[in-house]
């Protein structure tokens, strides 16, 4: 009798020979390297994953608030990242011109 489980990677439904039992096998789907159950664990169902809903006090009404400071950091921060990445396309500009 086989051991049937699911693949961790792609959700393949795997049948293996009793005997490898704990062996490393190969999926034949997505060829990842998937450790094969014991029996008992293989025959038990996988308990279903639950959708838990975000409670609706996580984010106001208005959307995103920002106190002064965090939005001064969050400009600083962004014109820090176009300033760094102009400069990364002068350096490359000149590199390869």
């Known amino acids: 009798m086989a051991i049937r489980f699911y693949c961790p990677f792609c959700d393949q439904l795997l049948g293996i020979a ?45 959307g995103i608030v920002l106190s002064r400071s965090q939005l001064v950091a969050l400009l600083l921060a962004l014109g820090l990242m176009l300033l760094v990445s102009f400069a990364v396309g002068l350096v490359v500009g000149a590199l390869s011109g």
Do not use: I, M, W, Y
Request: hydrophobic share 40%; charged share 20%.
């Open 18 to 62: 009793q005997r490898r039992a704990g062996a490393v096998v190969e999926c034949p789907c997505c060829h990842g390297k998937v450790g094969v159950p014991a029996e008992e664990a293989a025959e038990l169902p996988a308990a279903p994953l639950e959708l838990v809903p975000l409670a609706s006090t996580s984010v106001p009404p208005d």
